[in-house]
């Protein structure tokens, strides 16, 4: 009996020694991934210095009116005539700092030939202070042999 003990202590002792080793070694990992988990705020994940040498190219994006930040989401017409068509398009940003942006609106045939392109400016249509998500509507003129619409946004420099 007392040597099934001494087993179990040294078995103890050693589990015990292999544990805090460990722990030892990646200590600030461990500290790292609790403060992360257990935080309210956001964390921002910090670069290294061993990081820097893999670091091939910096891009600054704007915080304002950053075109990588809008989608046009929909487009659905809501009327037409015989030279024009209006077109309901939804906008969409992922951040409140963007004005609308202005429209560049290309007509393609039934085959996907570009025809004519037209840009139309933000006070060409009714929309709100900053873009959120909200359809906005245009006035598009059309041709026989239209088919179809494609529409990027864009910011002028």
Known sequence: ?????????KYII????????????????????YTDRTSNNVV?????DVDMPY????LVERERNNINQIKIEDITVVGHSDSS?????????????????????????????????????PS????GRVVDSEPVEIHV???????SFEIVPFYKE
């Open 44 to 48: 921002l994940e910090q670069m290294r």
């Open 55 to 58: 670091i091939r190219e910096v």
């Open 14 to 33: 050693m589990s015990v020694v292999i544990t805090l080793t460990i722990m030892a070694m990646f200590w600030q990992e461990l500290v790292e991934t």
């Open 141 to 147: 003129p059309i041709r026989p042999g239209d088919a």
């Open 85 to 121: 068509v209006k077109l309901s398009v939804r906008l969409s940003s992922i951040s409140a700092n963007n004005d609308y942006p202005a429209l560049r609106v290309t007509v393609l045939s039934r085959t996907g030939e570009k025809l004519r392109a037209s840009e139309i400016e």
């Open 124 to 127: 060409d249509y009714v929309h």
């Open 1 to 9: 009996m007392q040597n099934t003990k001494s087993i179990l202590y």
